[in-house]
């Protein structure tokens, strides 16, 4: 049962609007999560993260909003950019603070176009 | 870039065999993991280890074992590999209280 689910598999925007990925999770013990860019042939990039004691983390052209209520979480991308266009993966753990290193739960990606 | 390697990058072999693939780090992380990317199924954990020797199950285990015998290496085998198993595999690394870092995966066909 997929406990973190991007329900969206692409999106498409025009350069320097904006791009809005959206995540959903059901697990109520997760605290802590996080955004990854993938470019095709490469490993997954660490991108922004949050954790559950804040509702919006910012990075640049990188927002992420924490909705703990409605269990989701977004990321905004502003002005989006061609560079911008690779797959997106929301990630959930919960808590940081175990010896056992935290089994980190993926959702299936969003897959970002950024047309010039 | 966080120094993992993984090897090899790319493999094909035949159903039945034993497979072995070997993620290697140079940042003296305490965490490491093994994923599978498939399509409609995103990242997926297999194994994950906190320590040497130190090792845990993710939610796809089965048909894997691993095993850490030093820091730098965590190596991921399949005894006995099946059409099931092909797949794009990643590596990651952890520091305490920080995001995972992945390789630049491995490619397995079974054939």
């Known amino acids: 049962d997929q406990q973190v689910k991007q329900n969206s598999p692409s999106l498409s925007v025009q350069e320097g609007r904006i791009s809005i990925l959206n995540c959903d999770y059901t697990n109520s013990m997760f605290d802590y999560f996080l955004w990854y860019k993938k470019y095709p042939a490469e490993g997954p990039t660490f991108l922004i993260s949050i954790s559950s004691i804040k509702d919006k983390n910012e990075d640049g052209r990188f927002t992420v909003f924490l909705n703990k209520s409605a269990k989701h979480l977004s990321l905004h991308i502003v002005p989006s950019q061609p560079g911008d266009s690779a797959v997106y993966f929301c990630a959930a753990s919960a808590s940081l603070l175990t010896n056992t290193g935290n089994q980190f739960y993926f959702g299936t990606g969003t897959s970002l176009t950024v047309i010039p | 870039d966080a120094g993992i390697t993984q090897s090899p990058r790319h493999k094909v072999t035949e159903t039945g065999t034993p497979v072995t693939l070997r993620c290697h780090q140079t940042?003296?992380?305490?965490?490491m993991y093994w994923y599978r990317q498939d399509p409609g199924h995103g990242l997926r954990l297999i194994h994950y280890?906190?320590?040497?020797?130190?090792?845990d199950k993710g939610e796809v285990s089965d048909g894997y074992s691993v095993s850490r015998s030093k820091t730098e290496d965590f190596l991921l085998t399949l005894e006995s590999a099946t059409s099931s198993q092909t797949s794009v595999y990643f590596c990651?690394?952890?520091?305490?209280?920080?995001?995972?870092?992945f390789g630049d995966g491995t490619r397995l066909s079974i054939l």
């Open positions: 280890s906190y320590g040497v020797k130190d090792t």
């Open positions: 990651a690394i952890r520091d305490s209280n920080q995001p995972q870092h």
């Open positions: 940042e003296n992380h305490r965490y």
